[in-house]
């Protein structure tokens, strides 16, 4: 079971906002930025948000991200089915350890 | 372009040894942490290790593989290592290398190599 807890699954329509939690504490996203990972089927996971809101170049600004003390999620606008993929938050802890969600699933309709 | 390249995935028996090596190009390889993160078939991303950038001195385990996997790296040949001991059923996974954006460890892991699949299994 992951230290950060993400829903198991996310769904939506073309065109539609689907949002994303992640939760997790004071030791890790309360006091750490929060990333965010786009895996899509049969590749390796890529960077899609870092320091908890902030786009790598290439990210399309359909995506966004936001973070309230130990919690974050990430919203994905205009849903298209190349978004089909799936999503890890990321943190690191004070433990000296980087987490990871567990992952959610998303599927677009 | 970054460029992470790993190699030394196989079949290995329970209790067996196995060393995976990434070759870095297209950036500065002293200048930055790198990490291992693995993924089980059919689960999700669990990290594994971490260590920092040239003169760091700072490495950081999973306590999953902590005193049993080993994190190096080379700066005369850009290459990291992850020399694994002791392996288990549950260690089975993909093992990807990863590039971390910043000098020590933060989990901020801007480029990910393809990933190489160990199987530990009699």
């Known amino acids: 079971q992951s230290v950060l807890t993400q829903p198991p699954s996310a769904s939506g329509t073309p065109g539609q906002r689907v949002t994303i939690s992640c939760s997790g504490s004071s030791s890790n996203i309360g006091s750490n930025y929060v990333y965010w990972y786009q895996q899509l089927p049969g590749t390796a996971p890529k960077l899609l948000i870092y320091r908890n809101n902030q786009r790598p170049s290439g990210v399309p600004d359909r995506f966004s991200a936001s973070k309230s003390g130990t919690s974050a999620s990430l919203a994905i606008s205009g849903l298209r089915s190349e978004d089909e993929a799936d999503y890890y938050c990321a943190a690191w802890d004070d433990s000296l350890n980087s987490l990871f969600g567990g992952g959610t699933k998303l599927t677009v309709l | 372009e970054v460029q992470l390249l790993e190699s030394g995935g196989g079949l290995v028996q329970p209790g067996g040894s196995l060393r995976l090596s990434c070759a870095a190009s297209g950036f500065n390889f002293g200048a930055y942490a790198m990490s291992w993160v693995r993924q089980a078939p059919g689960k999700g991303l669990e990290w594994v290790s971490s260590?920092?950038?040239?003169?760091?001195?700072?490495?950081y385990y999973a306590d999953s593989v902590k005193g049993r996997f080993i994190i190096p790296r080379d700066h005369s040949t850009n290459t990291l290592y992850l020399q694994m001991n002791s392996l288990r059923a549950e260690d089975t996974a993909i093992y990807y290398c990863?590039?971390?954006?910043?000098?020590?460890?933060?989990?901020?892991?801007?480029?990910w190599g393809q990933g190489t699949l160990v199987t530990v299994s009699s």
């Open positions: 260590i920092g950038g040239s003169g760091a001195n700072t490495y």
């Open positions: 990863v590039k971390d954006r910043e000098w020590l460890p933060r989990g901020y892991f801007d480029s």
